[in-house]
């Protein structure tokens, strides 16, 4: 008995040695929100309060002091997603996850962003605000890289502390450029479906822009297989620990459409959902300068703000920057290709991957007049018939930290404009709204046009130089609207009109979401934050009801079972929307993916066509292909002496949808709630370990939303039947300036990167409720709900 009681009392004892450690552990872990710290490369005294969701408002007598301030508490929250962000350019993640991310190392390290980056560099003015500021942010991160505590995910993986540069800033903002790009996708798909059955399956695709009715209004020979390119770069970025950029709602109202007669902005960009989220709020105060700002990790300047005086914001624009070039080889000497002019020496780009536990993997990277050689990054294409990426982010003059800065610190409309003029890439649309009434927008990116006859939808011939002739057009050119006579300004990334008769080509979204903004817009003249609240949770689709008109009409209703004759009734009722109660929802989706399946996959295949679904034209196509009768899609190539007709799929597909739905969700209808098939998980790349699942990651949350609403919670078919949302709203933001210190705003889950901070999800509940918290700009009700962080000078 007193040997038990010795061995319990050495556990309690254990257990309580290891619960004081841990909890330790926790207090040194956490982010710093209070006391005093002594900064270098300040001249006066700093503070920062804290509000009561961790957003810095940071208070100081200079704009240099209060970028190091930022540097610092941007670090103290998000170090671990700043290193994961600068890692991917260079292609350095292989350095602490190994040979996993081996591919995605050698695809970025290999699309000349790297040297698109120093290039940019090398010509910066080091006296010019932009740079200084710059450099005043990456000392306050390089000293908290010194002097705090090392982040959870760095004991783990065993990274070493390294200071930030210049160069990881513009790497940073080069992986946002990429991702953004659709044409990566969506070219090499389209050219094999071309080169396998003819031009004629491409006819349901709108290549030239006729599926986007709701346009943005503007106030001025056989080849290789390509998929093997579509396939590649979607998994990369599918994979990514880092979410990529995909899509965004933004709209601007003009003072006689709302109620208190000034303007209402409204944004939401659309990113894929991570742990941490995308945006670091932060508000800053000088006395010469104000602005609450969202910020990437390891951004000097927010892509999106507001203060007192002028709101702004972001959406995709959507347009093709990025061609594909077949090359080809001289058969004598493999490292020369053919120009117009005779043969040239491909650029040798020679690059070393450290791999973590293995041997260095060295790349001699190709690189022809056109861009860098697909075949030596991407598994699965023929080495001998090499295809060259041509983007213009690489290729143009890089000017995007100058463009945010001014951005971030214009003093006017004009002065606004001149920054958007300098954003050569990625393609945005950059909305506007201010206190004097003004609103607009404008699409950024150095535009081009190819001569008459070239489809960029489609590879290109690299080795004539016939494709190769390019126009670039003046900024002045770029579609736009300032305060147009219709009274507001919006952009969900569908096609903008044509411009002086040319339809800029592009990857642009359905016009789901843009015929709900204008629907819902122009319907009063009576706005107010409340309404818009309500609008940017929108959960409705306008298209899909019209959708399942066409589907039902379709349907040969003869012989339906009674679960079948439940289902259509209740899809016949439904108004579009995609809330947690609905059942309709679950029905209507089960039934389009299957209806593309059954359309779609026959020709494809099964990688193919589950590459389709991630394009943007799989979105454009579903309304508009099951108009046409005469599709040679509806024929399925496997069935022998048969020619299926669209009735026929179509009846198949809603069939073998209720069947599946039954098996999932049980024979009543009414028990198919939306609520059970569409959830969300904010994953951390260390929560796919159940084990740690809980600790890193937030959710899983069952939530509204859709593809293509307003609130654009988007996700993949699955044949399961389970709809796990990749990514929606990345922040909500509602700027009023009849009351801008009570503007609203709302992130994914929280503001800071770090698991064992209070302030690392505690936005999960209210954000997928529809809810929002302030974006204080009063000091007094911030210093009534904020801790107080003070910095010093330290003394020499």
Avoid at 36 to 58: C, M, S
Avoid at 267 to 288: C, R
Avoid at 781 to 794: D, G
Wanted: hydrophobic residues 35%; charged residues 25%; aromatic residues 12%.
């Amino acid at each position: 008995m007193k040997i038990l009681k010795r061995v319990l009392l050495i556990f309690i004892f254990l257990l309580i040695t290891v619960v004081i450690a841990f909890a330790i552990y926790w207090f040194y872990q956490r982010p710093k929100y209070s006391g005093e710290v002594y900064l270098k490369n300040i001249q006066k005294e700093t503070t920062v309060y804290f509000d009561e969701f961790g957003v810095p408002h940071i208070y100081a007598e200079n704009s240099k002091d209060a970028m190091v301030a930022l540097g610092y508490v941007h670090a103290q929250d998000r170090l671990w997603q700043m290193e994961l962000l600068r890692r991917i350019v260079p292609g350095r993640l292989s350095e602490i996850f190994g040979s996993v991310a081996l591919k995605n190392d050698k695809f970025f390290a290999g699309l000349g962003i790297e040297e698109a980056s120093q290039k940019a560099i090398a010509n910066l003015d080091k006296k010019s605000p932009s740079y200084q500021l710059m450099m005043g942010y990456l000392e306050g991160i390089n000293q908290y890289i010194e002097e705090g505590s090392t982040p959870v995910e760095f004991q783990l993986l065993g990274i070493k502390k390294q200071k930030f540069t210049v160069q990881d800033v513009y790497n940073i903002f080069g992986y946002m450029s990429f991702s953004f790009a659709m044409a990566q996708k969506t070219d090499p798909l389209l050219t094999d479906i071309r080169n396998k059955y003819g031009i004629d399956y491409l006819k349901d695709f709108g290549l030239e822009g006729q599926f986007n009715t709701t346009k943005i209004e503007s106030a001025k020979q056989k080849t290789q297989e390509y998929t093997a390119i579509s396939k590649s770069i979607a998994s990369l970025l599918d994979q990514s620990p880092v979410a990529p950029f995909v899509g965004s709602n933004s709209w601007v109202i003009a003072p006689p459409k709302t109620k208190n007669k000034k303007v209402i902005f409204a944004n939401d960009p659309h990113i894929g959902f991570s742990q941490p989220g995308t945006w670091y709020e932060a508000h800053i105060k000088t006395p010469n300068f104000e602005l609450y700002g969202c910020y990437l990790a390891g951004a000097p300047f927010p892509l999106l703000g507001h203060n007192r005086d002028y709101a702004y914001g972001l959406t995709m624009f959507e347009n093709d920057d990025v061609d594909f070039y077949q090359e080809e080889n001289n058969p004598e000497n493999k490292n020369q290709y053919k120009t117009k002019n005779g043969f040239k020496e491909y650029e040798i780009r020679k690059k070393t991957i450290k791999v973590k536990d293995s041997a260095d993997v060295v790349l001699n990277i190709k690189v022809s007049q056109h861009g860098p050689i697909m075949n030596d990054l991407l598994v699965g294409l023929k080495s001998d018939k090499p295809v060259a990426m041509s983007w213009i982010y690489t290729q143009q003059p890089n000017h995007n930290i100058e463009a945010i800065y001014i951005l971030s610190h214009s003093k006017s409309i004009s002065d606004f404009e001149k920054g958007v003029a300098l954003i050569h890439a990625p393609g945005l649309n950059v909305m506007y709204g201010d206190a004097k009434g003004n609103v607009g927008w404008w699409a950024t990116g150095k535009l081009y046009k190819h001569k008459d006859g070239v489809n960029t939808n489609f590879i290109l011939n690299g080795s004539d130089g016939k494709d190769d002739d390019l126009e670039y057009l003046d900024f002045s050119k770029n579609p736009s609207a300032v305060n147009p006579d219709w009274n507001y300004v919006y952009s969900a990334n569908n096609q903008p009109e044509a411009i002086d008769g040319f339809l800029y080509p592009g990857y642009y979204l359905p016009e789901d979401r843009a015929k709900r903004i204008t629907q819902l817009l122009d319907a009063k003249s009576n706005w107010d934050k409340s309404s818009i609240g309500d609008m940017i949770n929108d959960n409705t689709s306008t298209v899909a009801p019209e959708m399942v008109e066409k589907l039902i009409s379709n349907l040969n209703s003869k012989s339906l079972s009674q679960t079948e004759k439940e289902a259509i009734v209740i899809l016949k009722s439904w108004k579009g929307s995609n809330n947690l109660n609905d059942v309709a929802p679950t029905i209507y989706n089960k039934w389009i993916y299957l209806y593309l399946k059954n359309t779609f996959q026959d020709e494809l295949g099964d990688e193919t066509f589950k590459q389709f679904l991630g394009t943007h034209c799989m979105k454009q196509i579903t309304t508009r292909q099951i108009s046409s009768e005469n599709s040679p899609w509806w024929d399925n190539i496997l069935t022998k002496n048969k020619k299926e007709t669209r009735s026929e799929i179509v009846t198949e597909s809603f069939k073998e949808a209720i069947l599946a739905l039954e098996k999932q969700l049980g024979s009543s209808p009414s028990d198919w709630k939306w609520e059970k098939v569409h959830t969300v998980e904010y994953q951390h790349p260390f929560g796919k370990i159940a084990l740690l699942r809980p600790f890193f990651n937030a959710g899983p949350f069952e939530v509204s939303g859709s593809n293509e609403v307003i609130n654009n919670q988007f996700f993949d078919f699955a044949e399961d039947g389970f709809y796990k949302v990749k990514g929606g709203p990345s922040s909500r933001r509602v700027i009023d300036f009849s009351e801008v210190e009570n503007s609203w705003g709302i992130l994914p889950t929280g503001q800071s990167g770090n698991p064992f901070s209070k302030h690392y999800k505690d936005q999960a509940e209210l954000y997928n409720a529809g809810k929002f918290r302030k974006m204080k700009l009063n000091k007094n009700e911030i210093i009534q709900s904020s801790t107080k962080l003070v910095f010093y000078p330290v003394k020499n």
